[in-house]
């Protein structure tokens, strides 16, 4: 037994007998996952110098945490870094430890269990063999083109080896994760087992003399001479989501695997695909910037008890329905009520879709979330659940008289919640008699898809709901943002002067083509036109004085649209005539200079009235609330950090480092 501070190395097997194997568990000290730290790198370089002096019959690399693998490279070294060398440092350190790694003259094995993010799965990618146990929590991507940068540390090389280029190239460019059965599907690992066989299946697989998975031949071709193909149609791709200089690191990628042979360090510095010009680039500064907010709101779910056991949901139409089918899927039993069991129907239709997709066409799978989907026209399952969401129409008194007899039903412990989106949470709330019970838990539209949701605060909200409400939404996978009680509350409160703003560049003579593909190339995920006709014409009229803002006359043509019965996509004729869900858009016109800043601009100012107001905290929670709540560009690092004017990012050493130490200290 050799002693580290993050690490166990053992020569013992897991019976106390010699059995000749080594194993070395990854557990970084006083944290609850692990991180590749520049510490826990140089004690992995000691241990193979160990190992190598004195070697096994074979290295088995596993976690001795029970959150998962190694969840990637710590991301608080890497803003600490301050000039490109100390990136290419970096890069080169792990670069050579994990090459080591592959030079090992005895087999080595990674057994996977829980996620396996970034330089966790280059790790893995450097050992022989690779065993992952079939658990949901079981997860892998190498997801560092989300933070603006590249898989330095051998992912680039040697995933479309293992894999073929095709299936690495759409986990790079991407970030996304796979589960166990799919990774070992494509051949990143050998073993797919239970937890209960995983270390008798990794003794037996590191001792076994297995050959190395083979390539098939026409993939070795895609990966060798064919290489061009293959890049020059991914970044066809690419181009048609983002531009390279927004989001340099998917460009960056396809250079180095194709030109590189995936080894960033050997790019010329004055490449653009070059570690200089990645560190450089603000997108990388703003990108971890996004990711220390995503952490900073799932923080706001974490440290409390609460694991809603049955969820009650009442209103069964699209959003209703989707929440339930949420929940459901989320392991929880849930009860959905509505007037009749013929309106419940078509959420259950949809929920099976929703499940078949998500379970990959598991049919047990799928079969076991719907028998947690209960249809309950009669709402006999409100006197049970631990939490009860509201979804129907926005009617203040249907709402009101709708919780009045829920309170009397409901559990006196359960948390009450309504998922308005324009009514004040304190006006519902004057119809209970215990009006601190009440909550908002506002949900965005496609709900499986958006991943923010406002945890809303009324006047006399219960500190204690408001902790079991942001409990649930990180429960079902989702970021929960505290707000205040007020018109809009945040994204629709910035959402409908943007829009209002777009649909006045068409009443000025622009084509709704024109403005939509302004504020895409500005990198939205939607051009607000083409927003507005998905929402529907008549909620957009309906929502008033929130789209409005300060101007009381409506746009013209939106007018004379909800007027026609058209109200965009749901009626098939909108600003943009629909087929099958999609808009049938002509010939972009010459984009006016300015045009995208001047459409940006109110949406900007209306997240800065929003902090002024106290309905989000801190001009930090702003930016991450309406970048994960409409999609604005992440590369600008948000709307608050943005400049209008100047089409410039603000952030700095001191926003950045802001973000961290709030996280940090969290």
């Known amino acids: 037994m050799s002693e580290f501070r993050h690490l166990v190395l053992a020569r013992k097997g897991l019976s106390g007998e010699e059995d000749g194997l080594a194993w070395l568990y990854l557990d970084r000290a006083g944290a609850s996952t692990n991180t590749l730290s520049r510490e826990l790198l140089d004690e992995l370089a000691a241990a193979f110098a160990q190992l190598e002096a004195d070697p096994p019959k074979g290295l088995i690399i596993a976690s001795a945490k029970p959150a998962g693998f190694v969840a990637g490279a710590d991301i608080e070294e890497f803003t600490r870094i301050d000039s490109a060398q100390g990136a290419r440092d970096l890069v080169q350190r792990g670069w050579e430890l994990f090459n080591w790694l592959a030079r090992l003259k005895f087999p080595t094995l990674a057994l996977i269990r829980g996620h396996c993010l970034g330089g966790g799965l280059e790790l893995a990618l450097a050992c022989r063999y690779r065993i992952v146990v079939d658990e949901p929590a079981t997860k892998l991507a190498l997801p560092e083109v989300m933070l603006g940068i590249v898989p330095g540390w051998g992912g680039m090389k040697r995933l479309p080896e293992l894999i073929g280029p095709a299936a690495a190239l759409d986990m790079m460019l991407t970030g996304k994760s796979m589960d166990a059965r799919r990774a070992h599907k494509l051949g990143l690992a050998d073993e797919c087992v239970p937890p209960r066989v995983m270390e008798n299946a990794a003794r037996m697989l590191v001792r076994s003399g297995q050959a190395r998975r083979a390539l098939p031949f026409g993939q070795k071709l895609l990966n060798g001479p064919l290489k061009a193909i293959v890049a020059n149609k991914a970044r066809r791709q690419v181009a048609a989501k983002a531009r390279r200089e927004h989001y340099p690191a998917p460009y960056a990628i396809l250079d180095i695997w194709q030109r590189y042979g995936g080894n960033a360090l050997a790019v010329p510095a004055d490449d653009p695909a070059s570690l200089e010009a990645i560190f450089r680039s603000p997108t990388a500064k703003n990108l971890v910037r996004v990711f220390f907010l995503q952490e900073r709101l799932k923080g706001f779910g974490k440290d409390n008890d609460f694991a809603p056991r049955h969820v009650h949901v009442v209103g069964a139409g699209v959003m209703g329905g989707d929440i339930a089918a949420l929940c459901a899927f989320a392991g929880m039993t849930v009860t959905l009520q509505d007037q009749s069991v013929e309106r419940i129907a078509p959420a259950v239709a949809r929920a099976a879709k929703f499940f078949e997709r998500k379970f990959r066409g598991d049919a047990r799978q799928v079969r076991f979330a719907l028998d947690r989907l209960i249809p309950d026209p009669q709402g006999h399952g409100a006197a049970r659940a631990d939490l009860v969401i509201e979804a129907i129409f926005e009617n203040l008194e249907a709402k009101r008289a709708l919780f009045a007899e829920l309170e009397r039903r409901a559990k006196p412990d359960s948390v009450l919640a309504t998922n308005t989106s324009s009514l004040r949470i304190e006006d519902i ?41 942001a409990a649930f939404v990180r429960r079902i996978d989702k ?16 959402l409908g002067p943007y829009m209002l703003e777009a649909l006045r560049c068409v009443d000025e003579g622009l084509s709704p083509e024109t403005v939509d593909a302004a504020l895409v190339a500005f990198g939205m995920p939607m051009g ?47 600003y943009y005539r629909w087929v099958d869900g999609k808009a049938q858009k002509g010939a972009v016109g010459a984009i006016p200079a300015g045009l995208a800043e001047r459409i940006v601009a109110p949406l900007v100012a209306a997240a800065r009235r929003c902090v002024d107001l106290g309905v989000v905290a801190d001009a930090d929670l702003a930016d991450a609330g309406v970048i994960f709540g409409t999609g604005f560009a992440p590369f600008t690092g948000g709307p608050l950090n943005y400049s209008p004017e100047s089409g410039e990012t603000l952030s700095g050493a001191d926003s950045g480092g802001r973000v961290g130490a709030i996280v940090h200290a969290g």
Do not use: C, W, Y
């Not at 949701?453 to 006047?459: F, H, I, L, T, Y």
């Open 479 to 494: 970021l929960p943002l505290p707000v205040k009680s007020a018109p809009g509350f945040l994204v629709n409160a910035v």
């Open 528 to 574: 607000p036109v083409e927003l507005v006709d998905t929402v529907g014409l008549d909620i957009a009229v309906a929502a008033g004085k929130a789209l409005a803002g300060d101007i009381a006359e409506p746009p013209r043509r939106l007018m004379e649209l909800v007027a026609a019965g058209q109200l965009g996509r749901k009626s098939g004729q909108g």
């Open 429 to 469: 709330a004057s119809a209970l008699a215990d009006p601190h019970r009440l909550v908002g838990i506002h949900f965005f539209n496609p709900v499986a898809l958006m991943p923010l949701v406002e945890v809303v605060r009324g006047e006399a909200s219960d500190d204690a709901a408001l902790r079991r409400a």
